[in-house]
């Protein structure tokens, strides 16, 4: 399958890495593709940079947002909650009638640790996005884990853990739970309803950065227990 | 041990059961008790009035905020979340220097459903009762499950799921830890720290309400699986 990718940091290349190494062929969308190939530094995480991981994934492509929207049959958006908005409106034409499972959360980590949201309570990011976007079936999902949980739920309690989802479009929330369940591995998926639940799993965030913190670690998630 | 519980709701009367029902000497704090024992109305979600329930429970004493304060060695905050802050006022001197469990929710169902919270994101309602009682060591506790799961907590997956705490005083979470345990049956207690954590438990609840809409029951919880 044909897969775009926005976002050049952990989470992008993590979903890069897993779906490029089950035979998909992916690209990711960045700003400027060669100043994301040139650079040399670090990320703020201390990773190496974009053009390393690159270079060791000769068969990930690169290309802007509106040519690795026009490249995917199926996107993700992995890229920091402030950025999201300004990068998917310049490619909103090519995710016409696509899928877009969002992944950003509206972290503002400008006044330190822990992070507070800079959309909560009566909208979210999530529902942003959709408006921004109108022609595209926005699926939010995966927003609620660490970025290595998300392609690979098994390394933890054996993937006895929930993801919770929403969406406005039914038949696009079936597609993205069984490529979460066949391609990721997920077992329990909870189907919040519309868009709007996105509130529910972005402000969600304020307590598992918590958790994160509490447990100095960010390889933990939660089962719904019912 | 005795015990005081602000609120004489559903929650109030959970508590206020099962802790007599374990011999505690236990007060029902209201703002005016003769006012809620001549109540012969049902009340909003449609149960018998709280005269009815204190007829069939002898022993639960009632008395006004500053009373059930004076009474308690130990407080439990059961009040809707706008009552919270003047009920909790004109009980501030007796609760001096004793525990309050915070059970409440900063809920604002006057925009209807599912509600949306009337403090948020870089404030918590656990941290305006903190200031408001400065001489009391407020433990936020229980506000993450319904009436019946916080004092049963085994009647679901045999009590397979997890409690957040959180406060400023590490004696007072160990007292109320304690008491979780044995009265209630508590089995998994994560601490997260001081009582700006509140935030993450309460704005857990917007995803909460979220979850109760999709899994049709009120009875579920989550484990924190880490």
């Known amino acids: 399958m044909k897969i775009a990718i926005f976002g050049t940091g952990t989470v992008g290349q993590t979903l890069a890495d897993k779906l490029a190494g089950k035979g998909h062929d992916v690209m990711i969308g960045t700003r400027d593709p060669a100043a994301t190939r040139a650079r040399t530094e670090k990320d703020s995480w201390g990773n190496p940079p974009i053009s390393a991981w690159l270079t060791a994934h000769p068969g990930v492509k690169l290309g802007t947002f509106a040519e690795a929207g026009a490249h995917g049959e199926l996107a993700f958006n992995a890229l920091a909650g402030h950025a999201t908005l300004a990068a998917l409106g310049s490619a909103q034409a090519s995710l016409a009638d696509k899928i877009l499972v969002d992944i950003s959360n509206p972290l503002d980590f400008s006044k330190g640790m822990p992070p507070s949201l800079f959309i909560a309570n009566t909208d979210s990011l999530g529902e942003q996005v959709q408006k921004a976007l109108p022609k595209t079936k926005v699926v ?18 054996g ?4 993801l919770m989802i929403c969406g406005d479009d039914a038949g696009a929330k079936t597609s993205v739970t069984g490529l979460l369940r066949e391609q990721f591995g997920w077992k329990d998926i909870v189907d919040l309803g519309d868009i709007t639940n996105a509130r529910g799993t972005e402000m ?19 089962r719904v227990v019912r």
Not at 145 to 153: E, I, Q, R, S, T
Not at 159 to 162: E, L, Q, T, V, Y
Not at 207 to 222: I, N, Q
């Open 159 to 162: 993937g006895d853990h929930s």
């Open 204 to 222: 969600y965030l304020a307590l598992w950065v918590r958790l994160w913190g509490a447990l100095k670690t960010p390889t933990f998630s939660v």
């Open 140 to 157: 939010k999902a995966l927003n609620t884990v660490n970025a290595y949980l998300m392609v690979d739920p098994g390394q933890l309690a």
